[in-house]
Every structure is written in structure tokens, then in C-alpha cells.
């Protein structure tokens, strides 16, 4: 078992930057891959970005793709999103997830966040 506890998130312009954090607790966050979702009012969750359980690998979303940052401090138990060049279109809750396998299936990942509201406002 894992929990995860986000924070970060908040209002920003568009072209602003916000960073995310995920705190892990329970057992050691490196028997996880960890990663971020997102999920917009009226959409399906959606996967944004994932890291390997030491950090070796990472993989993003083409929405996000050179703009996000995915990074994890395993001493510290924290996940990161660095987000940059904001759009209106990331406007979303993002929830850090926690699964023993990777995967951008929602439904693969088992653990899961209270979630943090991010706003770009255009």
C-alpha cells in the first residue's frame, strides 16, 4: 500500500509554470512506477506522464511532450511535474498515481491521489 498526497497546483497565465508534488508514504515509493494524470471537466482521465520506479525512464503525452517535466526524488519519496509554457488546454485536476507496471491505462494503475486543480487562464 502507498498513499500519495499532491500539491502544487493553483491559478497561472498562459506561457506561466507551475510545479507539482507528489508525496509518498507507506512503502517505499521505489517499488513504483509513479505518474500524473489529468482529468478536465466533462473528459475521461487522461494520462500525462509517467517515470520508472528509479527514474531511468520517463514517457509523456504528446499534448505535453516538451513542455512537462516528469522527475522523482526516491530518498525523498516525491514525485515531480515541472509544467511549462502553460495553455488554457491544461486546465485540469492532475492526480499522482502509483502502479506496479507501466502504463497510460488509467484503469492499470492502482493507487491514486486526492488530486490538485491546475488553471491557465488564456
Known amino acids: 500500500q502507498v498513499q500519495l498526497v499532491e500539491s502544487g497546483g493553483g491559478l497561472v497565465q498562459a506561457g506561466g509554470s507551475l510545479r507539482l508534488s507528489c508525496a509518498a508514504s507507506g512503502r517505499t515509493s521505489s517499488n513504483y512506477v509513479l505518474g500524473w494524470f489529468r482529468q478536465a471537466p466533462g473528459k475521461e482521465r487522461e494520462f500525462v506522464s509517467s517515470?520508472?520506479?528509479?527514474?531511468?525512464?520517463?514517457s509523456y503525452a504528446d499534448s505535453v511532450k516538451g513542455r512537462f517535466t516528469i522527475f522523482r526524488d526516491n530518498a525523498k519519496n516525491t514525485v515531480y511535474l515541472q509544467m511549462n509554457s502553460l495553455k488554457p488546454e491544461d486546465t485540469a485536476v492532475y492526480y499522482c498515481?502509483?502502479?506496479?507496471?507501466?502504463?497510460?491505462?488509467?484503469?492499470?494503475?492502482?493507487?491514486w491521489g486526492q488530486g490538485t486543480q491546475v488553471t491557465v487562464s488564456s
Open positions: 517515470t520508472s520506479k528509479f527514474g531511468s525512464s520517463t
Open positions: 498515481a502509483a502502479s506496479s507496471i507501466i502504463s497510460t491505462d488509467a484503469a492499470r494503475w492502482g493507487f
